[in-house]
């Protein structure tokens, strides 16, 4: 599928200098309480990171290219990968290795940022031991709200990588297929953030972050719908979508 894109850039986090993004920082627990069950994954040893969310006490979800070294293109050891939940200033709320990572059945690494690439690019990690903690809530999924709809995205990227920063409202801008293109403001770290829907007064998760892009001249963020992912994974986790 042809690329739609100006300018693209996947937004996995090796070390970079800081930039200063339009997004408020969780700086306060009180601030950050409704999102503890947002955290760091910290790849290859805490070389690199991601943001993922939990979406049941043991598994989580974040993009699939996160699961893969951007120089090599070859799959990271899950060993050498830590969900941080509700991390803020060197500190988490909880700490869990990962067991299991899977990429969606569709997804194939590869260098150029394309349609197909983002519609698939979704990942499933299960924890080594569950997070039962009454102050770590996983998040619930739903279908994605129609164009121009307002959305909200919690994320950890360059320059804000030690606090959880959040973004109360951005929109999404065109769909493409299952590919959401939103005016969410991303940077380098973010892959894998959540998009949340507010629609219900409450969270539920409708995306995750996959790359960011220029698109008709304005810079925008790139997802893809959560719930058609999902099904890709019913069998091995017995998911209900």
């Known amino acids: ?61 974040t993009a699939a ?16 990968m830590e969900f941080q939940a509700g991390f803020r200033n060197g500190r988490a709320e909880a700490y869990r290795k990962v067991r299991l990572a899977l990429p969606h059945p569709n997804y194939k690494y590869q260098p150029q940022v394309t349609v197909d690439r983002v519609m698939s690019d979704l ?34 990227a360059r320059g804000r990588s ?18 959401l293109i939103m005016t969410c403001d991303v940077d380098f770290g973010a892959s894998g953030s959540p998009v949340f829907d507010f629609s219900l007064g409450y969270p539920r998760i409708v995306s995750v972050v996959s790359a960011m892009a220029k698109f008709k001249g304005n810079k925008v963020s790139l997802g893809a719908a959560l719930t058609p992912l999902l099904t890709g994974f019913a069998d091995e986790f017995s998911l209900r979508v």
């Open 162 to 179: 030690e606090i959880p920063s959040y973004q109360r409202i951005c929109e999404i801008f065109e769909r493409q297929q299952d590919m």
């Open 1 to 61: 599928m042809r690329l739609l894109f100006v300018i693209v850039w996947v937004l996995f986090s090796w070390p970079v200098s800081a930039e200063s993004t339009n997004v408020e920082p969780l700086t306060t627990l009180d601030e950050g309480r409704d999102w503890s069950a947002v955290g760091r994954l910290t790849i290859n040893g805490g070389e690199g990171f991601c943001t993922a969310s939990l979406i049941t006490p043991t598994l989580l979800i």
């Open 65 to 80: 290219h996160c699961l893969f070294d951007p120089d090599t293109a070859q799959r990271l050891d899950v060993a050498d």
């Open 123 to 156: 990942a499933l990690l299960e924890l080594v031991t569950p997070i039962k903690s009454t102050k770590i809530k996983p998040f619930q999924i739903s279908n994605i709200p129609p164009v121009g709809q307002n959305v909200s995205v919690v994320s950890y």
